[in-house]
């Protein structure tokens, strides 16, 4: 498997419920983020986790980060129809100078 | 609000021929980063740039692919003798703070190889 695996693949529900994503990893992390990528658009940085926090809010996201297990959860509370989107975790893997991205989870919230 | 701004936003190339995509990062910004999509699927790590001068780059970016701070706004990607797999979104980013901080995309530019 590869860094950073998003699940599930694709979520559909209805708006006013919350949707919980998740991403699985394999290398240690200097921090985990999230972004939200609308069809055709750049990607959106959602939100910024540090290997050393287990539970960050913004708004209606919640990101909770287990190091022991090597995963993370992007939880949106409240879904609205424009929170539509596909939403990519990405791990700062220690030691490299980049992000790595996983596959991305298509949320669909239907009005 | 400041934006990573990216030009062409569509390309049409016959294989063989080059490309250049353009981007300009935020204007503070001093970590530089080029990213590609292959129709709405994995965003794909190809090269970072940091103090003129590649930090990091991945098995996809090889001979094929070169990258240019020409001045002190704008950064390149070329792809030299472009092929038909090379048809993908191409994203540039910059970050301010660390090489691990937030980075800020633009809004890609889509090559189509024919």
């Known amino acids: 498997s590869q860094q950073g695996e998003e699940d599930p693949q694709a979520l559909s529900i209805q708006e006013g419920e919350n949707a919980t994503m998740n991403c699985s990893y394999k290398?240690?992390?200097?921090?985990l983020q999230w972004y939200r990528q609308n069809s055709g658009r750049g990607l959106v940085h959602l939100i910024l986790?540090?290997?050393?926090?287990r539970e960050k809010h913004s708004g209606r996201l919640r990101v909770t980060l287990d190091t022991s297990k090597k995963s993370s959860s992007l939880l949106i509370t409240a879904s609205r129809a424009a929170d539509t989107a596909s939403y990519f975790c990405?791990?700062?893997?220690?030691?490299?100078?980049?992000?790595?991205f996983g596959q991305g989870t298509r949320l669909t919230i239907n009005p | 609000e400041p934006e990573v701004t990216q030009t062409p936003s569509h390309q049409v190339t016959q294989m063989g021929q080059e490309v250049i995509l353009h981007c300009v990062p935020i204007s503070n910004h001093l970590y530089f980063y080029w990213y590609r999509q292959i129709l709405g699927q994995k965003v794909e790590f190809l090269v970072s740039?940091?103090?003129?001068?590649?930090?990091?780059k991945s098995e996809i970016f090889d001979d094929q692919f070169s990258v240019e701070r020409p001045d002190g706004s704008n950064f390149t990607l070329k792809i030299r003798s472009t092929k038909l797999e090379d048809s993908a979104m191409y994203f540039c980013?910059?970050?301010?703070?660390?090489?691990?901080?937030?980075?800020?995309f633009g809004e890609g530019s889509r090559l189509t190889v024919l």
């Open positions: 986790i540090r290997s050393n926090e």
């Open positions: 740039f940091y103090n003129n001068e590649i930090s990091e």
């Open positions: 990405a791990t700062d893997v220690w030691g490299a100078q980049k992000l790595v």
């Open positions: 290398t240690s992390i200097n921090n």
């Open positions: 980013a910059s970050s301010g703070r660390t090489n691990t901080g937030e980075l800020f």
